[in-house]
């Protein structure tokens, strides 16, 4: 008998002999274009080393990666807000740097710190790569000093005359790096109390690559639940993005509280939803408690395999790219 990989994907069998290597599954080469995640900790699996006995650390880009047989990579960074992610994403919706104190101009080589004109910068994050005025240039948060970011010109070369405006501008490379991958944007978490703008930015990003992009939808945290203001906001958002993405839009909160995904012989043994304090987390319109991080507010390594085996159902079904 030939057991195909799907079978073994739907059987939950593929994430059973993933955990029992350690996480490491040896795989054909992958087909296909890859998928790149987008947004924040949730997207980044901040939390994804806490996990009941017997299971280990799950991150959903690789777990993702490993079901779907294709290469993932994670561009969510902690702490995010939809903008930060946007200015990742599109080349069109650059940081400002103001290079007034440097006289409007690029050095010959090496870094300068700089504010920047409206006072948005990277929050965090590793240096980012990109372009000022077609100079490759790397961008990154400075600690401690909110709105003023790092330029680092990695190639040496002539001092280059920039003048305030667009010139002086940081353009991201990861359009142009990613182009052609399939996009899963999960991002406005961290600055959902304004909805007008996690709704505008979300937009502006898809719009990048639409007929490849995911927009998925926010989970409640033990903050959001019912009868909160976050409670609202969530499902405010979420509805915003289902009647305007239709089937590009994808129901996170609905896998996490999905009985058919807490049946997987590998999550089985957890008994996932059937607690008293599971149940409870469900009554108050949350996904079970077992699936989220201590800290309430991620999820574990449980909900990270629910986030991740959902994608995979979604990203292969009927709507889906593989």
Same mark, same amino acid.
């Given at each position: ?38 947004g924040s900790s949730s997207a980044a699996s901040a939390l994804h080393r806490e996990h009941p006995p017997g299971y280990g650390p799950v991150r959903i880009d690789v777990l993702l990666s490993r079901l779907l047989g294709v290469p993932g ?69 400075? @600690? +401690? %000093?909110?709105? /003023? ?8 070369? =002539? *001092?280059?005359?920039?003048?305030? !405006? ?28 304004? @909805? +007008? %703008?996690?709704? /505008? ?8 690559? =639409? *007929?490849?992009?995911?927009?998925? !939808? ?28 239709? @089937? ?14 807490? *049946? ?32 309430r507010k991620h999820l574990n390594a449980l909900g990270n395999t629910l986030v991740a085996h959902g994608l995979h159902r979604r990203l292969t079904g009927p709507a889906g790219p593989y």
């Amino acid at each position: 008998m030939v057991v195909s990989r799907r079978s073994l994907v739907r059987s939950g069998a593929l994430l059973a002999v993933s955990g029992a290597l350690g996480g490491a599954l040896v795989r054909p080469g992958a087909q296909g274009s890859g998928f790149v995640l987008w947004g924040s900790s949730s997207a980044a699996s901040a939390l994804h080393r806490e996990h009941p006995p017997g299971y280990g650390p799950v991150r959903i880009d690789v777990l993702l990666s490993r079901l779907l047989g294709v290469p993932g990579t994670c561009r969510a960074v902690g702490g995010d807000e939809s903008w930060q992610t946007l200015a990742m994403r599109s080349y069109d919706h650059p940081y400002r740097p103001d290079l007034s104190a440097e006289g409007w101009r690029l050095p010959v080589q090496g870094q300068v710190v700089v504010p920047t004109a409206d006072g948005r910068a990277p929050d965090g994050a590793p240096p980012l790569p990109g372009t000022v005025d077609g100079v490759v240039c790397s961008i990154r948060a400075v @600690p +401690g %000093r909110e709105g /003023a970011v790092v330029l680092r010109r990695h190639v040496p070369g =002539p *001092a280059v005359e920039l003048g305030p !405006g667009p010139r002086s501008w940081w353009h991201t490379d990861l359009e142009s790096r990613h182009r052609g991958q399939v996009h899963l944007f999960w991002t406005g978490k961290n600055n959902i109390e304004d @909805p +007008g %703008r996690v709704l /505008a930015d979300t937009r502006a990003a898809w719009a990048v690559e =639409p *007929a490849r992009s995911v927009v998925m !939808g926010h989970w409640h945290t033990w903050r959001d639940r019912r009868g909160t203001a976050g409670w609202e906001q969530v499902r405010a958002v979420n509805a915003a993005y289902r009647a305007e993405y239709g @089937p590009a839009y994808h129901d996170t909160m609905a896998d996490l509280c999905d009985p058919q995904l807490w *049946a997987l012989p590998a999550l089985r043994p957890y008994r996932i939803g059937e607690s008293p304090e599971d149940r409870r987390w469900l009554a108050l319109g949350l996904p079970p408690c077992s699936v989220v991080a201590g800290d309430r507010k991620h999820l574990n390594a449980l909900g990270n395999t629910l986030v991740a085996h959902g994608l995979h159902r979604r990203l292969t079904g009927p709507a889906g790219p593989y």
